[in-house]
């Protein structure tokens, strides 16, 4: 049996208590944690498991929340390189703009492991990224929508992720190119929400104003659950109803976009898990110990979900994780 990979989802927070017998091959260790913030119920579920599961192997793990700020992230990591952690775990908030400091977390020998996010850069500043593959999101997304709506013509509004991010970047590739060639389905507006619900909301008003009141909308794409939970909300507010008059399809299956499908508000999710940690820290496990180099790229699974998919049973599976 394998600790890192004994975090099932079904077993909520208190589930994740781990045997002594595998927890030591990190116990003591110090390892920093740049988180990006709180912007949705997805990060609070990845802040809330990393912290549990650490504590279950012993870690020292020292947490700092950036608030979205890039340079709070990289002064974070400044830090952590000064008390000589054992490793750095980051979710960097942009994919530009990381060379130097992880850099100087290389020359100090210090691993890194990027979490649920890319950069861009070189491939040898970082142990490993454990993260989705976010075009497939996208794609997987977007083939739903495919077949959906089959023949019928159906303009799409799409709410991305905070600008120049690699989710954002990457779901929106992914569902272009899903999209390609059809006829019938066309992108008329495609704005940034930032992943929050309450910019989710606000844009999908703006988007149903400019739509005729949301009469020529018939879908819209959300790069994360929190802002279709926000355009849900919005739609319900324009007289219209989600799930039915416009489309409702995004990614991170939530309990809260679960609880939608329930009430027949949303469509499909693609599930992004927020355990990122297990497999980071079974790759630091074998390095820091045994000097195994992990595979460059750790990807988690994108599964859809749709109301065929016991959304009841779905929000019960998660409600205790954290989001
Ligand atoms: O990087 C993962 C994305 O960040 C999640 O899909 C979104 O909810 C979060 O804010």
Redesign the pocket.
């Known amino acids: 049996m394998n600790i890192f990979k004994t975090l099932a989802l079904g077993a909520g927070l208190s589930g994740l208590l781990l045997s002594t017998a595998y927890a030591e091959g990190l116990q003591g260790k110090v390892i920093g944690f740049s988180q990006?913030g709180s912007?949705?119920?997805?990060?609070a579920a990845e802040t809330s498991v990393t912290k549990a599961v650490a504590a279950e192997l012993g870690i020292d793990l020292k947490f700092a929340d950036a608030q979205q700020k890039q340079e709070n992230q990289i002064k974070a990591i400044r830090g952590f390189i000064a008390q000589g952690v054992d490793a750095i775990l980051v979710?960097p908030v942009v994919a530009t703009g990381w060379e130097e400091v992880l850099t100087e977390a290389k020359e100090a020998n210090i691993p890194v492991v990027l979490l649920?996010?890319g950069i861009e850069g070189p491939e040898d500043l970082y142990l490993t990224s454990v993260a989705s593959d976010q075009v497939k999101e996208g794609r997987v997304a977007g083939e739903w929508l495919v077949n959906a709506v089959a023949d019928k013509q159906c303009n799409v509004v799409e709410l991305q992720?905070?600008v120049g991010?690699?989710?954002a970047i990457n779901r929106k590739q992914g569902f272009e190119e899903a999209l390609a060639g059809k006829a019938n389905l066309a992108i008329i507006r495609s704005q940034t929400g930032d992943?929050t619900r309450s910019k989710g909301k606000e844009v999908m008003e703006g988007f149903l104003k400019a739509e005729g009141g949301g009469a020529n909308i018939c879908a819209v794409y959300a790069?994360?659950?929190?802002m279709a939970v926000g355009a849900i909300q919005a739609i319900k507010d324009a007289g219209l109803k989600p799930g039915t008059d416009i489309l409702v399809v995004s990614?991170?299956a939530v309990p809260d976009i679960f609880a939608a499908m329930v009430a027949g508000e949303a469509n499909a999710t693609v599930e992004?898990t927020p355990n990122m940690a297990g497999p980071a820290f079974e790759a630091l496990d074998a390095y820091l110990n045994g000097g195994t180099v992990p595979e460059k790229f750790i990807i988690t699974e994108s599964k859809l979900y749709t109301p065929a998919d016991d959304p009841q049973g779905e929000y019960d599976r998660r409600k205790g994780l954290g989001y």
């Open positions: 990006i912007e949705s119920g997805w990060r979710a649920d996010r992720g905070t991010s690699s989710p992943f790069h994360n659950d929190d990614i991170d992004l």
